[in-house]
């Protein structure tokens, strides 16, 4: 099992930043990709921004309403995914859930990851 806890969430207005945290434990070993995934009110869930953690790891991929705004990034020795959010739009405003999977094939579908925290609510204003 792997536990997942996310932090940083909070409101800011349209243009500002924010830096979401995700903190892992337990067999964080068998875990090959982790992600940001994030719901609106009504609205399906909807992968932002992956990166591969395994083996020789780094490699990540960014939706295309994301791209050049958000960068994810992670801390292998604090066990710490981030998200940093630049250029926040009122549409960027969600759940943001921190994700981790062992056999993730469209890192962007939300099914393939096998763990998940409670989440970070972000809301951007106007």
């Known amino acids: 099992q792997v536990q997942l806890v996310e932090s940083g969430g909070g409101s800011v207005q349209a243009g500002g930043s924010l830096r979401l945290s995700c903190v892992s434990s337990?067999?964080?070993?068998?875990?090959?990709?982790m992600a940001w995934i994030r719901q609106a009110p009504e609205k399906e869930r909807e992968g932002v921004a992956a990166?591969?953690?395994?083996?020789?790891?780094?490699?990540?991929a960014y939706a295309e309403s994301v791209k050049g705004r958000f960068t994810i990034s992670q801390d292998s020795a604090k066990n710490t995914l981030y998200l940093q959010m630049n250029s926040l739009k009122p549409e960027d405003t969600a759940m943001y859930y921190c994700?981790?999977?062992?056999?993730?094939?469209?890192?962007?579908?939300?099914?393939?990851?096998?763990?998940w925290g409670a989440g970070t609510q972000v809301t951007v204003s106007s």
């Open positions: 994700a981790a999977g062992s056999r993730v094939g469209n890192v962007f579908r939300p099914d393939d990851y096998n763990y």
């Open positions: 337990g067999d964080t070993y068998s875990v090959s990709w």
């Open positions: 990166i591969y953690t395994g083996v020789g790891g780094g490699n990540s």
